[in-house]
């Protein structure tokens, strides 16, 4: 791991510490921990917190994929080049809703949409 990659490591542990201490502030300021707090509720909460990081994650990745896709592409059937457009939609994850951002190509000789692929990542 270089000094970058390091870097970037040490600051999303502190990123999740400091959303953390906010988490257990709130927590704290709804009257959670005066009387005794059963583990599985504190569990759920933290919980959901990891699954709005999720679900943010998921949007944000999303955009960037979307972003990285050229102008045309070309339809995968007849190979006509095809305007790609941005669309959103909403998709249910393993953490709920996300809304996401995806490259939409149409084509007009084919009469159909598919979704233009930026590059081979290895995700998926």
Do not use: Y
């Amino acid at each position: 791991m270089d000094a970058e990659q390091r870097a970037l490591a040490e600051k999303k542990r502190r990123l999740l510490r400091e959303l953390a201490e906010l988490e257990v502030a709130e927590m704290a300021d709804a009257g959670r921990f005066k009387k005794t707090s059963h583990f599985g509720a504190i569990e759920r909460t933290a919980s959901e917190l990891g699954k709005e990081l999720s679900r943010e994650t998921l949007e944000r990745a999303a955009r960037e994929v979307a972003a990285g896709n050229e102008l045309q592409s070309p339809c995968p059937t007849c190979g006509a080049l095809c305007d790609v457009t941005m669309k959103r939609r909403t998709v249910n994850s393993i953490d709920g809703p996300v809304e996401l951002t995806e490259s939409v190509a149409d084509c007009h000789q084919c009469r159909r949409s598919f979704f233009p692929s930026t590059h081979s990542d290895g995700i998926g």
